[in-house]
């Protein structure tokens, strides 16, 4: 019989919201005037009651949340951006305490939340290789032993004494992860992490992540990236606003998850658009997203087979930086991702010599190649080197269809199910 | 590796609700000892790493300041030295209280330079400020060398109360926590709390008697002095490094060490309060 290794009940966390201050911190001096301001209306009218101030508001970023986890699964969790994945993960890893409820853990956790949590630039390799192993909750003896084999994973064997900072992205990202790979814990808790490093270095993580699940341990994963969960896990959790609103195989909660937003994007759907508030501490935003097609200026999200979809993105460039680029991928309703394209394919991404200001880009995605159906456009505007997620990214933020009433294939049903895209072959004898 | 950590299994339960167990805390700070090495060792290392003259500049700063102050207080003002040359009076004086300025200002900080660390993994968030204040003990030591060249430079042998001085030692950890801890966890919760830290370290070199013998302040108002906790720690220093007739007044010293002591439980509990709240505000 499993054992129940994680026991979730009516879990919660609540965040206190400050309006008007954006920084999460108080300065002493505003806590001090306010006072002091308090303090002298009293003085001058005691007998008046103060009118509380209602500047807190409190949000839910879990809400109730009860699950059950049995030894050696491998569950996938999903959920739009703030649906609360990264907090449960916060949660079960002590980083933060629950307002409400209880977690009931057997055995040892490590949390993946990050790469290269803790890595120091001005320390070499091999130093660094040991602080963050401390640091994700290794025993000295257990580094020294895995010692060889991280070096090796990572592929770093001649700059194990240069300091880290001398090293290229790809070599930094693929230290780090090395490390991170080689954690034994009875249960590892991954956040997004493997969304970095070129395709070949994360090929090689997706492989070890599933060496992992086999050998019998529990593992936790958040991920946009529905192929990954599909391949990796047995069952997910689907998290909406706080709350589990979907618990099963990973194949039925991915579908779940796929059509829930879709009932969410009903607005979008017919409009074809998309518009976000702004929001001055991201160094760059996505300002509208929508679809036209070449042959009107109007947002649309329906196309016939042979449709030229164009990609309008505003953006809005608040520092420049010769990192950033912009990434779309179109992913099918059964999470397929059907192809990925970044601005730097063909020629360096346009983004590296900006000045900050307002712009648009518009990317033209191919026709002839989606077969008839829904998908989902996924944009992420984000910077290289990097450790963490993304700058500013939205998960399948558009849905569009693709219908095909006029072409002969069409006529004939010549659409195969099992096949993900549909381009136009031309056949010949010759 | 299988069965290695099916057996775990059992030894190993934990459970998370709000307002977690104190037994639960202090069971994960043993497990997580090496850690607090870790972080010392990493603290050492960047520390003479990064700067060029490194352990120069561990060796210059003592010196420098010592001789600023036995000019300015020794020669000038002819401060009562007690029989002792007055760089060793100052050096002996230097000692604990670099120890404690250094540690004071590296812990208020040290939660804020951490802040990837804390929004990222677990573990008890006392191991930073504390290895901080355990990293500046190297550079305790090598003004404990300096000094060692001043009383053979200048032929002056210490008495049987040296071997006091790794108590002594203790007392000025104890002191530097506390303080560190509670200025840490106000420094998570109010940002602009740094300006404060180094004009308390500032303030405090004149207010504590570093360039001067404290018997330099009337008999009755030594009580009142000795609520600056680190007046003790100092005079402490002084009896034992000094020896020969030193003297140390001791209810004034008693009440120093119980102020450290206060200091020390209030440090630890104003940031076991806060510290729950960390990664939700840093």
Known sequence: ????????????????????????????????????????????????????????????????????????DVIGVIGRNGAGKSTLLKLISRITEPSTGRIRIKGRVASLLEVGTGFH???????????????????????KRKFDEIVAFAEVEKFLDTPV??????????????VAAHLEPEILLVDEVLAVGDEAFQKKCLGKMSEVAHEGRTVLYVSHNMGAINNLCQKAIVLGKGQIIHHGKAGDAIRFYLRNLNEHHMEEEQTGVVSFREDNTKPIQLLKIGLKSNSSD??????????????????????????????????????????????????????????????????????????????????????????????????????????????????????????????EIPWELI | MHSNFTSNLQTKEITIEAGRTEKQYWRDLWDYRELFFFLAWRDILVRYKQTVIGILWALLRPLLTMLVLTIVFGKWAKMPSEGVPYPILVFAAML???????????????????????????????????????????????????????????????????????????????????????????????????????????????????????????????????????????????????????????????????????????????????????????
């Not at chain 1, 290229?168 to 090395?178: E, H, I, K, T, W």
């Not at chain 2, 939660?111 to 901080?132: A, D, E, H, M, Q």
């Not at chain 2, 404990?144 to 009383?151: E, V």
């Not at chain 2, 007739?245 to 630890?268: E, M, N, R």
């Open chain 2, 96 to 282: 604990p209280w670099q120890f404690f300025a250094n540690s004071l200002t590296g812990a208020s900080n040290s939660l804020i330079t951490n802040t990837n660390l804390i929004s990222k993994v677990y573990f008890p968030r006392l191991i930073i400020p504390t290895s901080t204040v355990v990293s500046n003990l190297v550079d305790f030591l090598i003004s404990m060398a300096i000094l060692f060249a001043l009383m053979v430079w200048y032929d002056f042998w210490p008495t049987w109360r040296f071997i006091s001085l790794p108590v002594l030692i203790l007392i000025a950890n104890f002191a530097a926590l506390g303080a560190g801890l509670w200025i840490s966890a106000l420094n998570v919760k109010y940002r602009d709390f740094r300006y404060i830290v180094p004009f308390i370290v500032q303030f405090g070199l004149y207010v504590s008697p570093v360039g001067f013998s404290s018997s330099v302040v009337p008999e009755k108002w030594r009580l009142l002095y000795s609520l600056n906790p680190m007046v003790g720690v100092i005079d402490g220093f002084r009896w034992a490094i000094m020896g020969k007739d030193t003297l140390i007044f001791a209810p004034g010293f008693i009440l120093s060490i119980i102020l450290v002591i206060l200091l020390f439980i209030y440090g630890i509990k104003y940031f076991r309060n806060t510290e729950r709240t960390f990664a939700d505000v840093i």
């Open chain 1, 165 to 178: 900072k001398r090293y290229s992205s790809g070599m930094y990202v693929r230290l780090a992860f090395a």
């Open chain 1, 298 to 423: 109007e947002f649309r999200s329906v196309f016939e087979y042979q449709d030229t979809p164009l990609v309008h993105m505003s953006f809005d460039l608040r520092e420049s930086n010769p990192d950033y680029y912009a990434v779309i991928f179109i992913q099918d309703i059964y999470g397929h991702m059907i192809f990925f394209t970044a601005d730097d394919d063909l020629k360096a991404s346009s983004l590296t010599k900006l000045d900050p200001g307002k712009y648009c880009y518009q990317a033209q995605l191919p026709s002839h190649l989606f077969k008839p159906g829904q998908y989902y456009l996924t944009v992420s505007l984000t910077k290289k080197h990097k450790t963490a997620g993304p700058i500013d990214r939205h998960d399948s933020i558009l849905t569009f269809h693709i219908t095909d009433n006029k072409s002969n294939r069409s006529v004939k049903n010549g659409y195969r199910k099992i096949a993900i895209v549909a381009p």
């Open chain 1, 1 to 72: 019989m499993p054992d129940t290794i994680i026991q979730v009940d009516n879990l919660g966390k609540k965040y206190l919201i400050q309006h008007q201050t954006r920084e999460r911190y108080q300065a002493l001096r505003d806590v001090l005037s306010k006072n002091a301001v308090t303090f002298a209306k009293h003085v001058i009218r005691p007998l008046t009651r103060e009118q509380k101030e209602d500047r807190q508001e409190e949000f839910w970023a879990l809400k109730g949340v009860n699950f059950e986890v049995q030894q050696g």
């Open chain 1, 121 to 143: 630039p001005e320390l070499s390799g091999r130093e660094n290789i040991f602080l963050n192993g401390a640091i994700l909750g290794m025993r000295k003896a257990e580094i």
